[in-house]
């Protein structure tokens, strides 16, 4: 099928509707219809531009043949070499189709936002990591566990998102934060481990640390986080959602097209429930690449800190990281309902892969074989993103695999 393409060049804007690379004659007449772009001029030679573009192009192409419906970015350094959006936010209606400010659920990838958060209250003073955190949550059951257990996964506690549903919750009400901390001090369920002898990913954490901010700040979080990050950042399609605001958000919907309904797991916050787009998300890791937090936080956030496995795979304080000996890789995955996300981020070499979707597709996880051809070499084989467990059987814990 062929459709016109407009290329222009406006105050160091590059506008393209081409599917194709920009210098590609053809591109004038034949791209894909799905096809929106609005490229910051690239710090990078015309011969390199063409090579990630093509890249990119490739990898897009495997999506669209999975059936992919979200938004796609890749990055280098602080210009957008390739973005696209394919779909609609309602598979149902058709409209409106997926665009730039299209703010999908990032599940999991909403920790990165809640770990920074509390390293950012860190260099504040005004929380100290290795506390317990019956120090700001007096009614939090479980002694010996800190503020940075809750942030490596190492607390040991259950996984609310599995738990809960073994009790006699109400599943026509909603929980929120508040009321799984009143549940954890009321039945208290036994641990899966002792606290800092395993790494164990469970969401349970970040639903605390946000009660944290909420305690240490005396802010609701969503209000906290649009306040100190969001509209600092100008991540203006950024919020967090509790439960009053389903209604108004993207739903999501299951790989054979059918809509996941909303679930009394829905209400809470710190472990998911921001929603966000890809130019958003690119502006929070050009954010963590520059002066949002000190040298010294970043470090600690991107430390190891899981080593009963072997392996390359590891968790820092918000972030999944792959371990290799001249470089780390950074990035976190997300999972819930039907929506998936990749946020992969190859911090040396200045490369960021963005991907959302609000329809089910494994494919999404899959970017490793593109971020070998952006870098020029191979990862371990055992190194591909998976998943992170939410609603799923999936593990994807990355600490010490």
């Known amino acids: ?126 929380i100290v990591l290795d506390s317990s955190v019956q120090y700001y949550l007096p009614a939090f059951p479980y002694p010996g566990i ?20 073994t009790t006699n919750w109400d599943k026509h009400t909603y929980l929120t934060n508040d009321s799984l901390l009143a549940l954890l001090a009321r039945l208290k369920p036994k641990v899966m481990t002792r606290p800092n002898t395993h790494f164990h990913y469970c969401n349970t954490n970040y639903a605390m640390l946000a009660l944290i901010v909420e305690k240490v700040t005396g802010m609701p979080f969503p209000q906290y986080m649009k ?25 999501s919907y299951m790989g054979n097209g059918r809509i996941v309904p909303w679930s009394y797991l829905d209400g ?3 472990d998911k429930n921001v929603y966000s787009t890809t130019h958003d998300l690119l502006k929070w890791d050009q954010a963590l690449r520059t002066d949002f937090l000190t040298k010294a936080s970043l470090d600690m956030a991107y430390a190891p800190y899981s080593f009963e496995k072997p392996g390359i795979r590891n968790y820092g304080l918000g972030w999944h990281l792959f371990l290799y000996p001249t470089e780390k890789v950074i990035f976190h995955n997300g999972y819930w309902h039907g929506n998936n996300t990749v946020f992969f981020r190859l911090i040396k070499e200045g490369y960021t892969i963005i991907v959302l979707g609000n329809r089910y597709d494994r494919y999404i996880y899959h970017v490793q074989p593109l971020a070998e051809s952006l870098t ?24 010490g695999r």
């Not at 991540?235 to 439960?243: A, E, G, L, P």
């Not at 990862?379 to 814990?397: I, L, Q, R």
């Open 1 to 126: 099928m062929k459709h016109i393409a407009l290329v222009i060049c406006v105050g160091g804007i590059l506008i393209s509707c081409g599917a194709k690379q920009p210098n590609d004659s053809k591109s004038q007449t034949d791209v894909r219809k799905d096809t929106v772009a609005v490229i910051k001029r690239p710090k990078v030679s015309t011969e390199e531009f063409n090579r990630i573009y093509s890249l990119s192009d490739n990898f897009y192409s495997s999506l669209e043949r999975s059936g992919f419906n979200g938004s796609f970015l890749v990055a280098k350094d602080d210009s957008i070499i390739y973005e696209r959006y394919r779909g609609f936010e309602n598979l149902r209606t058709k409209t409106p189709p997926v665009g730039e400010h299209s703010a999908f659920h990032l599940a999991s990838v909403s920790k990165t936002f809640t770990a920074m958060a509390v390293l950012k209250l860190m260099e504040e003073k005004k």
């Open 268 to 270: 809470t916050y710190g």
């Open 146 to 165: 800190t503020v940075k257990m809750l942030l490596n996964h190492r607390s040991g506690l259950p996984n609310y998102l599995y738990w809960v549903a």
């Open 227 to 251: 306040q100190t990050i969001f509209d600092p950042l100008g991540m203006t399609d950024t919020h967090i959602v509790t439960s009053a605001d389903l209604q108004d958000v993207m739903p």
């Open 376 to 399: 020029g070499r191979k990862f371990n084989a055992k190194g591909a993103p998976e998943p992170d467990s939410e609603d799923s059987g999936d593990t994807g814990d990355g600490g």
